[in-house]
């Protein structure tokens, strides 16, 4: 009872991510790593990857950080997923230099800022 449920999403969006050929290595990779039944082959991606709809999650709080390659137009859809009560906190850089340790150092503050209010 004394906890509120808070989650923080670092980035959830990367360009970088989105190469044809690191997503298909990526696939493979996971794959692979979930070790799926080989009577079912491979696929490039699953049926449920295209269909999946998020239902909106119930949380107090969420702080989303996001980088230079995020699209705006994103936003939106993740205000839909949390109800609406999403903090969002643009980032300099991309996807990869925000975890170097000057940015890093930057979110954490940002971060314990957020927490404490």
């Given amino acids: ?3 509120s449920p ?3 999403l670092i980035d959830p969006y990367s360009k970088f991510l989105q190469s044809p050929k690191l997503l298909h290595y990526a696939t493979a990779l996971i794959k692979s790593r979930l070790q799926k ?3 079912l082959g491979f696929e490039e991606d699953y049926p449920g990857d295209r269909l999946y709809d998020p239902q ?3 949380l ?3 702080a989303l950080f996001y980088g230079s390659e995020f699209p705006d137009s994103l936003l939106p859809r993740w205000q839909k997923l949390f109800k609406g009560h ?3 906190f643009r980032q300099p ?3 990869l230099s925000m975890m170097h340790s000057g940015s890093a150092i930057q979110m954490a503050g940002s971060i ?3 927490l404490e209010t």
Wanted: proline content about 12%; aromatic content about 8%; charged content about 35%.
């Fill in 56 to 58: 909106p999650i119930e």
């Fill in 60 to 62: 107090e709080r969420v």
């Fill in 93 to 95: 850089g991309d996807h």
């Fill in 6 to 8: 808070s989650l923080v």
């Fill in 37 to 39: 039944p080989k009577a």
């Fill in 1 to 3: 009872p004394e906890t």
């Fill in 112 to 114: 314990s800022r957020w």
């Fill in 86 to 88: 999403v903090d969002f």
